[in-house]
């Protein structure tokens, strides 16, 4: 960052530090912040601050046992849920997981991390409604949730016209724009019983047992791999 170390120095030797050292730092320390990922590393991905980001469009890969779908999503469709999607999958929080709810011909759901510990403590980390915008269509995604202000981690692509769940609050953050014959044929032989919606209330196996538990009671489930952001397209 020459261009900060610069402001810095200058600052450093003029008479008026002490009125501008604290603005300084300040400038320093949040272009250092855009550059790291969630989990304190520096990310070679695609990253930056809430302000920032409320201005983009990215795309995020799923790299799965079925092959490769990528999500575009748009954070002026719903700026809470984009950010958050962003957050858990800079953070690799969906990294070898399960897709857990699959109905065939409905949707596809996933967003219980593999580690128990891990899925527990980001079960309460809930982020505020979006206002409805976009609609359930096919391919659309947005974010499973039980109660107003709910929403926490899971996450689901529709796979037909679920356009009916708009007045139930569920806001979409982004589409499907490659791999939606993937998305279609993740493995649905399991149904709602590997699992189910939040709000069925049968899911505390999974975050008392993960994978260990997943992948000895439904062993045929199909995986997310990897999630990542996929670096800025020419011209955004």
């Not at 960052?1 to 008026?16: E, I, N, Q, Y």
């Not at 520096?42 to 409320?54: D, I, K, Q, V, Y």
């Not at 709602?192 to 045929?220: K, M, T, W």
Request: charged share 20%; net charge positive; aromatic share 10%.
């Amino acid at each position: 960052m020459p261009g900060v170390r610069a402001v810095l120095v200058a600052l450093f030797c003029s008479a008026t530090v002490p009125i501008f050292w604290s603005a300084g730092l300040s400038v320093f320390a949040e272009a250092a912040a855009d550059r790291r990922s969630p989990g304190g590393g520096w990310s070679a991905e695609r990253t930056g601050s809430p302000a920032r980001l409320a201005l983009e469009t990215f795309r995020v890969r799923l790299d799965t046992s079925k092959g490769p779908i990528v999500i575009e999503v748009h954070h002026e469709w719903a700026p809470h849920g984009a950010s958050r999607f962003h957050e858990l999958v800079t953070s690799r929080y969906f990294d070898d997981s399960r897709f857990f709810r699959v109905v065939k011909g409905q949707w596809a759901q996933f967003g219980i991390n593999a580690d128990p510990v891990v899925a527990s403590r980001w079960r309460t980390r809930t982020i505020p409604d979006d206002p409805r915008g976009q609609s359930n269509t096919r391919g659309r995604v947005a974010f499973a949730f039980a109660v107003p202000n709910g929403r926490t981690t899971q996450v689901y692509i529709s796979l037909r016209d679920n356009a009916y769940q708009d007045a139930q609050g569920f806001v979409p953050f982004g589409e499907v724009v490659q791999g939606m014959d993937v998305a279609d044929a993740l493995n649905s032989e399991y149904g709602e019983s590997s699992g189910g919606g939040i709000r069925a209330g049968r899911q505390q196996p999974l975050f008392d047992g993960g994978n260990a538990y997943l992948d000895r009671e439904f062993p045929r489930l199909d995986r997310l791999l990897r999630a990542a952001v996929l670096p800025a397209r020419k011209g955004q």
